[in-house]
């Protein structure tokens, strides 16, 4: 049975939604504040649309990162079409990227990380990470287990590590990059670049 388009209040409210949501966390200092209800309330919906089209908080929440995901999925495709960069030098970039995007989304990562979900690390987009993380991972010859470097290199940027350091330690964006870069280069020993 073929799918219906959605109707086009529908696409409106689920625009409306995802970006009020986006908006209010991103003006929070404290993400678990932002309720249902007060995204309900600037999107102009009920509350229970926002159930009804994402289950709870968690899929609301997974609904706004997917929406921002594409410059991560843009920095994956240059970093694998980069001639003749390393998968060093690859799974920098992706790390890279991806640091930016927390520091630049911190607030809404760090209420995915906290949606209320058994574990952060059965959030999609924590496994669509690590599996491009460990697929690079697995090309450098001095990674001996792919799978925990890249889960430990993950920890490494964690939405409420980096939340801690700009907000608390008052660290720079520039300072967080250059540590990562340094962070990256000693777990993944010497070797060419």
């Given amino acids: 049975m073929a799918q219906r388009p959605e109707r086009a209040d529908a696409q409106r409210n689920r625009e409306a939604v995802l970006a ?4 209010l966390f991103a003006a929070s200092s404290s993400p678990r504040g932002v309720s249902m209800d007060d995204i309900a309330a600037a ?30 999925n843009e920095a994956v495709r240059e970093a694998r079409d980069e001639a003749g960069s390393s998968p060093r030098e690859r799974v920098l970039k992706l790390l890279d990227a991806s640091l930016r995007f927390k520091i630049e989304n911190r607030h809404l990562m760090v209420a995915a ?25 697995e090309q450098v010859p001095q990674v ?12 490494a940027i964690r939405a409420d590590l980096v939340t801690h350091l700009i907000e608390e330690e008052k660290t720079t964006a520039e300072g967080l990059r250059s ?9 993944l020993g010497s070797g060419p670049a």
């Fill in 144 to 155: 001996r287990d792919a799978d925990f470097t890249a889960h430990a290199l993950l920890a």
């Fill in 43 to 72: 999107a102009g919906v009920g509350k229970g649309t926002l159930f009804r089209r994402f289950g709870d908080r968690a899929g609301l929440i997974g609904a706004v990162i997917a929406s921002r995901l594409e410059p991560l």
């Fill in 113 to 137: 990380e906290d949606a209320g979900v058994s574990s952060p690390y059965r959030a999609g987009h924590y496994g669509w990470w690590h599996a491009t993380l460990r697929a690079e991972l």
């Fill in 20 to 23: 009020a949501a986006d908006a």
């Fill in 179 to 187: 540590s990562l870069a340094a962070y990256v280069d000693n777990v």
